[in-house]
């Protein structure tokens, strides 16, 4: 595991990493990124649609293919609630966009 990816594990995507407690907060519904530049982070769902869920999500990083451009994950259909408390589902990678 890189430095980049150990800065990652356990953190919210979008909370910043100098925040004494990046991780999951009460209350909160998260999907578990897994595979791709961002791979162990938390994305908060809290009050999204199913729709929008099942739709999944394109996240600005700096980390993929594209600097600056887009990881694309997506949910995948029938698979088990996600691996701890307030993660409800997992987002995998599916590629990446300018």
Excluded at 44 to 71: C, H, K, N, Q, Y
């Amino acid at each position: 595991m890189n430095g980049d990816e150990q800065l990652l594990r356990g953190r919210v995507y979008g909370r910043d990493h100098d925040d004494p407690d990046p991780g999951p907060l009460p209350g909160r519904t998260y999907a578990a990124l897994t595979g791709g530049p961002l791979d162990g982070l938390l994305l908060d769902i809290t009050g999204w649609a199913a729709r929008e869920v099942e739709d999944g999500a394109a996240l600005f990083t700096e980390l993929g293919r594209f600097p600056g451009g887009r990881s694309l994950y997506v949910p995948r259909a029938g698979e088990p609630r996600g691996p701890a408390p307030g993660v409800v589902c997992r987002f995998h990678h599916s590629g990446d966009a300018p």
